[in-house]
C-alpha cells in the first residue's frame, strides 16, 4: 500500500473517530445501565451475592433479561466513554480548565470502580477472585492502605455491603458530581442513538450473562476483562507498583496534560505505550484461562 494512500486511510480513520458521538452513546448506555441496575437492586441481597444472581437468572420473572440488559449496558458505557475519551484527545483544541479538566477526568476511574463493584457483586469465582485482589491492592498502599480498604471494600469483615452501597449510591454520586456540567452543556437524547439502542436490547435478549460458580481444582480465576492486564502484572512485580502506581499513570497523564496542543505529544507517546503494554499484559493474561 502506497504511504500517501495509508495517510489518507488514517486521517479518515481519525475523522471517523473525531466525528463519533460517543459522549451521547456513552450517556444513553448509562441511562439504561442506572434502570436497569435499580430493578436488579430491588431482588439482591448482598448478604447472600451468590444465590440472589442465581436465583435473579432462574426465578425473578424476566430477570435474566434485566440482569444482561445491565451487563451489556455498563459494558458499553465503558467501551464508549474510553471512545469519547480518545476523541477529545484526538481534537487539537484547549482542554478545560485544569479544575474543570481534573473533575471531568475523573469520571474515567470512577467509571472503571462502577464496573469493577458490579463484578464482584456477582459472589461468583471471578467476583470472589477480584475482590480478594482489591482487598490486598488497598492493604498494600502505604500507611493509609487499612483506612483505605476499609472505606472501600473491607470484603473479609463486612462481606460486600459496603461494596454494594458504593456500587448502588457512592461512585454513582461521584460520577454525576464529575460529569454534572459536562452533562449541562451536551445533553443527550434517545431519538438520536437507536441503533445503540437496539443493539443493547438485542445483545441482552441473545446473549448469556457471565456467572461462574466454584470450580475445584481451578488453578487460575480470571477476573474481569479490563482487569486482566493489572492481574498479570501482579505475577511479576510488589502489589502496590503493579495495583497502584501502573493503573494511575494514565489517570494522572490524562490529569495533567498540558493546556496547549502542542505540548501534548510527550504524554501522547506515554498514554500510547502504557495502552500497548497493558494490552499485551491483557492478552498473555487470557491465555492462562
Not at 448478604?47 to 436465583?55: C, D, G, K, L, N
Request: glycine share 6%.
Amino acid at each position: 500500500m502506497s504511504t500517501p494512500r495509508f495517510s489518507r486511510l488514517i486521517n479518515r480513520a481519525k475523522q471517523l473517530l473525531i466525528d463519533n458521538r460517543w459522549g451521547g452513546q456513552a450517556l444513553i448506555s448509562l441511562y439504561i445501565s442506572l434502570i436497569s441496575g435499580i430493578i436488579i437492586a430491588l431482588q439482591y441481597d448482598p448478604h447472600s451475592p451468590y444465590y440472589s444472581t442465581a436465583t435473579l437468572e432462574l426465578i425473578v420473572p424476566y430477570g435474566r433479561f434485566w440482569r444482561a440488559l445491565h451487563y451489556y449496558s455498563s459494558q458499553a458505557f465503558f467501551l464508549l466513554l474510553l471512545g469519547h475519551v480518545a476523541a477529545i484527545l484526538c481534537k487539537k483544541q484547549e482542554i478545560l480548565s485544569r479544575a474543570s479538566w481534573i473533575r471531568l477526568c475523573a469520571s474515567f476511574p470512577i467509571a472503571a470502580l462502577l464496573l469493577f463493584t458490579g463484578y464482584v457483586l456477582r459472589g461468583d469465582a471471578t467476583g470472589e477472585a477480584a475482590g480478594l485482589i482489591a482487598e490486598n491492592i488497598c492493604l498494600s498502599v502505604p500507611i493509609a492502605g487499612p483506612w483505605l480498604n476499609d472505606l472501600l471494600f473491607d470484603i473479609t469483615e463486612s462481606g460486600l455491603r459496603k461494596v454494594y452501597l458504593h456500587h448502588l449510591i457512592g461512585f454513582v454520586a461521584l460520577g454525576a458530581y464529575s460529569l454534572w456540567p459536562h452533562l449541562r452543556r451536551y445533553p443527550a437524547f434517545w431519538h438520536n442513538h437507536s441503533v445503540l439502542i437496539v443493539c443493547v436490547l438485542a445483545a441482552s435478549v441473545f446473549l448469556t450473562t457471565p456467572m461462574e460458580p466454584e470450580r475445584f481444582g481451578l488453578l487460575h480465576i480470571a477476573g474481569p476483562w479490563f482487569f486482566l492486564g493489572l492481574q498479570e502484572l501482579l505475577r511479576y512485580l510488589a502489589t502496590f507498583i503493579a495495583g497502584v502506581v501502573a493503573p494511575c499513570i494514565p489517570v494522572a497523564l490524562l490529569f495533567f496534560l498540558p493546556q496547549q496542543s502542542e505540548n501534548r505529544k510527550g504524554a501522547y507517546a506515554l498514554l500510547i505505550l502504557w495502552f500497548i503494554a497493558y494490552t499485551v499484559l491483557t492478552w498473555i493474561s487470557y491465555q492462562r484461562i
